[in-house]
């Protein structure tokens, strides 16, 4: 019975949250599995070799996207990502068509790496969104997550849209955009994410949001509705 209920509550939140951010803020909303990793520092070319090897010619509905750990809470190195807008590409992975590449594939990958966690989420809204079939990242793009558990997502979406729409001065081109776990996460079940240009980008454009009076309104307003569980940083190493 708890399961069911946990399961109905989370469609639930999840209605609720697409609803309230799809009206205003652009966005297509897509979905993604990833692979915390631990790496060492041998092993990291070899990984993008097999990588490149396994994805670099394929015509794939989705995109991965290797990454490199640059501050986490959590004992990992690299991150591993499958994402796109179709959720039917994403399930066919983890069908039984190709079964002998994909186990393979896996074997090689386990000799390169150590699989520290496996999450799953979706991006419900944001600014700056996918134009194809996942968003498309560069190499040296750095990524801030800010992980949460939200206790009342339709108040919380509504603020962030608020803020993200008198904040683009702020933010100029960079990414940043709202989303739900859907499994893997513990406690944390949201997630606001964050595109800079460099680690410059990063401190300059962090600097500014603190000084916003729009941020600070934001912040008071949405304190009593979630509680911080971790903070990541990552940098793209390479997207296929």
Request: hydrophobic share 35%; glycine share 4%; proline share 2%.
């Amino acid at each position: 019975m708890k399961i069911q209920l946990k399961q109905i509550t989370s469609k639930l939140v999840f209605a609720i949250a697409l609803g309230c951010l799809s009206q205003t803020v652009k966005a297509e909303p897509f979905h993604w599995n990833s692979f915390e990793l631990k790496v060492k520092f041998s092993n990291v070319k070899s990984l993008v070799d097999l990588l490149e090897e396994t994805f670099s010619s394929a015509d794939m509905p989705f995109k991965i996207t290797l990454t490199e750990t640059v501050f986490s809470d959590r004992d990992s190195t690299h991150g591993l990502t499958v994402s796109s807008s179709d959720i039917d590409a994403l399930s066919s992975l983890m069908s039984d068509e190709n079964k002998e590449d994909k186990d393979m594939f896996m074997a090689r990958l386990h000799e390169l790496v150590e699989v520290k966690s496996r999450f799953a989420g979706v991006r419900l809204g944001g600014v700056n969104p996918p134009t194809q079939t996942a968003e498309k990242k560069s190499k040296g793009d750095i990524f801030a997550m800010w992980e949460m558990d939200v206790s009342d997502m339709e108040k919380y979406g509504a603020a962030w849209k608020e803020l993200v729409s008198k904040t683009e001065s702020v933010r100029e081109n960079n990414i940043v955009g709202l989303g739900m776990y859907t499994f893997g996460r513990g406690k944390a079940n949201a997630y606001v994410i964050h595109s800079f240009k460099s680690h410059s980008d990063m401190s300059k454009t962090l600097s500014a949001y603190g000084e916003n009076e729009d941020f600070q309104k934001y912040q008071k307003e949405v304190k009593p509705l979630h509680t911080d569980i971790n903070n990541t940083v990552y940098k793209v190493i390479k997207q296929w």
